[in-house]
């Protein structure tokens, strides 16, 4: 079983759609929480930090439920540039040093 | 500000042979690593850097060699290339602690045939 796992996609939706992405991770003794995008052949990027009682940026939406070990990110009113492929990544100790763990990613093709 | 610079951006290499991908951070960062991203895996840690004169091994170090003699630079070398060592290869650095803001370079294609 992979450390952190998420749906690939694609995720097709229409501008303005609302979608949201899953990602479970095995460790539960993970400490940190995060979602990166990555655009087409490009360098993964920080979106955001998720905290255990949630947090908003804008469009962006993130939870952390620790029980049941996942993660879940929303985009509301989605835009052409939304488009990209999102990592759910998790940090924690193991096999002697800290480490981030990165998801596949779930890919979002947002069209008009 | 250049933040994380990887050169080559493309590389194709013969099995056997060797090379060396450049990494340069200008953001004084101490902490640095390597990651190879492959298609339906997430990126995996290849070696990493907590500071000059330090490195250790990650996830997948077999056929890779790291140095860190500065804190601005950490070089990968690839000693004898093998076609599966074909993938995109990141360079990242993070401030101060793991957990915190990963910076990742533009990364580099390698191809071995």
């Known amino acids: 079983r ?18 949201a992405f899953n990602c479970t991770y ?11 995008r990555q655009d087409c052949r490009k360098e993964p990027k920080l979106l ?18 620790r029980a049941s070990q996942y993660i879940s990110l929303l985009i509301r009113d989605s835009k ?11 940090f924690h100790l193991a096999g002697g040093y800290n480490k981030l763990i990165f998801g596949a990613g779930t890919r979002l093709a947002v069209h008009p | 500000n250049a933040g994380v610079t990887q050169t080559p951006k493309f590389q194709v ?11 340069a951070q200008d953001m004084n960062h101490e902490y640095m690593s390597w990651y190879r991203q492959d298609p339906g895996m997430g990126l995996r840690l290849i070696h990493y850097s907590v500071g000059a004169g330090i490195t250790d091994q990650g996830e997948v170090p077999n056929g890779y060699n790291v140095s860190r003699s500065t804190t601005e630079d950490f070089p990968l070398r690839l000693l004898s290339a093998a076609p599966s060592q074909t993938s995109v290869y990141f360079c990242a650095s993070n401030f101060g602690r793991w957990n915190t803001e990963a910076f990742f370079g533009q990364g580099t294609r390698l191809t071995v045939v």
């Open chain 1, 26 to 36: 095995s460790n539960s003794a993970s400490q940190s929480f995060f979602w990166y």
């Open chain 1, 80 to 90: 052409l540039s939304d488009s990209a492929t999102y990592l759910c990544v998790v």
């Open chain 1, 48 to 65: 955001m930090s998720v905290y255990s009682s949630g947090n908003e940026d804008g469009r962006f939406t993130a939870q952390l439920n």
């Open chain 2, 13 to 23: 290499l013969k099995t056997g042979q060797s090379m060396t991908l450049q990494c």
């Open chain 1, 2 to 19: 992979k450390e952190v796992e998420q749906d690939p996609g694609p995720f097709n939706v229409p501008e303005g759609a609302t979608v």
